[in-house]
């Protein structure tokens, strides 16, 4: 067979080839099989050198335009399943826009984190500052610098967590220790006293611990807020306009307060704070116990035995004090009828509502 017929068989047989790939690496194939170094056209060129000089020039014109050629069709069948290879991709990897989103559940604080902080930003609001003490206190900070007699029943072993050493030799018997789990967040009043000079503007957010048994109104952890002033000219009108003004934010205008003698260690006078029932608007119901009141907290002008501990002059200065429930609050709030179902994990109290 002549060379030329020889390079006319290879142009139709590549041709075919070319336009039988169906994709891009077949394409390929068909390109090593006939161009690449040991393909069938490259053997037929490196040939030519040792063909006869008259053969040469009509077989190099030849296979020059046969590799031309095929050249061609590569490219245009290239370009080809390029376009539809693309056109594939871009049907596979649609995104339908009118489809509705995955939506993630969204987590928030719970609610007497939130809670606690609106509490504190009503007073951060009146030019008071966040004050915080341990959990783990001492007597004399929780009881008796908050003029707390030793035989106060608060003290008792059935009310107090007492804090046992038991790395010593002589491991403190229980109710004997001088550390405990605070009660209050009143030992903060201490704390801060001890340190700072009037005038103090303070509130004090944190957990205490008692000996309850959870119930729908008592759980052995909970969280108060504590409020401490200390200036010159403070008077009992001050604590009733303060806690007025407290109420009014955190249950609404419509809510009215009311202040009921008690007693408190650590203050003199003392006094309860009740709201008007949210449930019965007052009429009286189930859930007041049928007096249209409920209890919010407790308060009161500090006692001077109190400023006694800490050394601040009574005939210079006067205080008030407060202390509050946040889960108590919650309730009240939010009419969430059981003070456990704020710990349960009951993640509606995460949800944002
Ligand atoms: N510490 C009190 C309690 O846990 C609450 C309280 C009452 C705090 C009167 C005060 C106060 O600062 O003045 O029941």
């Not at 339908?96 to 609610?111: A, Q």
């Amino acid at each position: 067979m002549s060379v030329v017929t020889e390079l006319e068989e290879q142009r139709v047989l590549a041709l075919s080839a070319i336009e039988a790939a169906e994709d891009l690496s077949a394409l390929d194939g068909v390109r090593v099989a006939y161009l690449g170094k040991k393909g069938s056209l490259t053997g037929v060129l490196r040939g030519l050198g040792s063909l006869s000089a008259d053969e040469r020039p009509a077989a190099g014109k030849a296979a020059n335009e046969v590799r031309v050629a095929i050249e061609a069709a590569l490219e245009a069948r290239h370009a080809v399943l390029a376009a539809s290879a693309l056109e594939a991709r871009v049907a596979s990897e649609a995104v339908d826009v009118t489809l509705p989103g995955r939506s993630r559940p969204v987590g928030s604080r719970h609610l007497i984190n939130r809670l606690t902080s609106e509490i504190c930003e009503i007073f951060l609001g009146l030019g008071y500052r966040i004050a915080e003490g341990p959990e783990v206190e001492l007597d004399y900070y929780n009881f008796t610098a908050l003029n707390t007699p030793a035989d106060h029943p608060a003290r008792s072993l059935a009310d107090t967590f007492y804090v046992r050493d038991l790395s010593g030799d002589e491991a403190d018997v229980a109710g004997e220790s001088d550390v405990l789990l605070r009660t209050q967040t009143s030992p903060v009043q201490i704390r801060t006293m001890e340190k700072n000079e009037p005038p103090i503007y303070i509130l004090s957010p944190g957990r205490v611990y008692r000996r309850d048994i959870a119930d729908p109104s008592h759980l052995p952890q909970f969280t108060q807020v504590e409020g401490l002033v200390v200036d010159e000219g403070i008077t009992f009108a001050d604590l009733k306009g303060t806690l007025e003004h407290f109420a009014r934010e955190v249950f609404g205008p419509d809510r009215k307060t009311r202040f009921r003698p008690h007693f408190f260690p650590f203050t003199e006078p003392s006094a309860e704070v009740d709201v008007s029932c949210g449930i019965c608007g007052g009429e009286g119901c189930r859930f007041c116990k049928g007096t249209g009141w409920i209890e919010i907290l407790g308060c009161g002008m500090v006692d001077p035995n109190v400023f006694g501990y800490v050394g601040i002059d009574p005939e210079r200065y006067t205080g008030f004090a407060f202390g509050m429930g946040v889960e108590r609050i919650a309730c009240l709030k939010y009419n969430v009828p059981d003070l456990r179902m704020l710990v349960d994990g009951d993640m509606r109290f995460l949800r944002q509502f």
